[in-house]
């Protein structure tokens, strides 16, 4: 079945980096679009990035926008989001997730980024 | 982009049946074929149980139906279990190539 694991998580300060990763097994990996997408404490969820199953297009929210860069090794099964400059705001469970087109058919189970001086 | 509307709260007795809508615009769910409904429970990841508008994936309950008209997305359960009660967000894709969610419904089963 599809399994999703996100990892690189964690405790970060303000204007710092982190990288997150999102190991893929289940399916073909190199044949989805992924997404990822977050969900701040008590909060909804909000859209992040997207990537496409070739990596030919890439699309981001305007609040990560020149901050986070998506990426994917199709030989490795693996998703990443690249996080730069973070901010307060951006403290959030972090889940990746597979798509269909632009539909999201799973969720991982998330990682925590907490941004905190 | 805005997110999409939603009621924040729901509830009903067991064995009623409910419907959550999501009021979007002519540049999300009125222009899509990618709108999705998806159930979380406190502490847990989402998951999907619908997606393109009106589809269940395999497993997810009969009860569970969706539909769209103009900029109205909506979500119905039918036979209100007591392990329905989590929190209902809908998504859809934008005209912009972005995904944009609804704020979330709180179902209770009274």
């Known amino acids: 079945q599809v399994q999703l694991v996100e990892s690189g998580g964690g405790v970060v300060q303000p204007e710092r980096s982190l990288r997150l990763s999102c190991a893929a097994s289940?399916?073909?990996?190199?044949?989805?679009?992924m997404h990822w997408v977050r969900q701040a404490p008590g909060k909804g969820l909000e859209w992040v990035a997207f990537?496409?199953?070739?990596?030919?297009?890439?699309y981001y929210a305007d609040s990560v926008k020149g901050r986070f860069t998506i990426s994917r090794d199709n030989s490795q099964k693996t998703l990443y989001l690249q996080m730069n400059s973070l901010r307060l705001e951006d403290t959030a469970v972090y889940y990746c997730?597979?798509?269909?087109?632009?539909?999201?058919?799973?969720w991982g189970q998330g990682t925590q980024v907490s941004v905190s001086s | 982009q805005s997110a999409l509307t939603q009621p924040a709260s729901v509830s009903a007795s067991p064995g009623q049946s409910i419907t959550i809508s999501c009021i979007g615009t002519?540049?999300?769910?009125?222009?899509?074929?990618?709108v999705c409904w998806h159930q979380q429970f406190p502490g847990k990841a989402p998951k999907v149980i619908i997606y393109?508008?009106?589809k269940r994936p395999s497993g997810v309950s009969y009860r569970f139906s969706a539909s769209k008209s103009g900029n109205t997305a909506s979500l119905s359960i039918s036979g209100l279990l007591p392990e329905d009660e989590a929190e209902y967000f809908c998504?859809?894709?934008?005209?912009?190539?972005?995904?944009?969610f609804g704020g979330g419904t709180k179902v209770t089963v009274l």
């Open positions: 393109e508008v009106n």
């Open positions: 990537i496409s199953y070739d990596r030919s297009k890439e």
């Open positions: 998504s859809s894709s934008t005209t912009s190539n972005s995904l944009v």
């Open positions: 289940g399916f073909s990996f190199s044949n989805y679009a």
């Open positions: 997730a597979k798509a269909s087109g632009f539909d999201i058919q799973n």
């Open positions: 002519n540049s999300d769910i009125g222009d899509s074929k990618s």
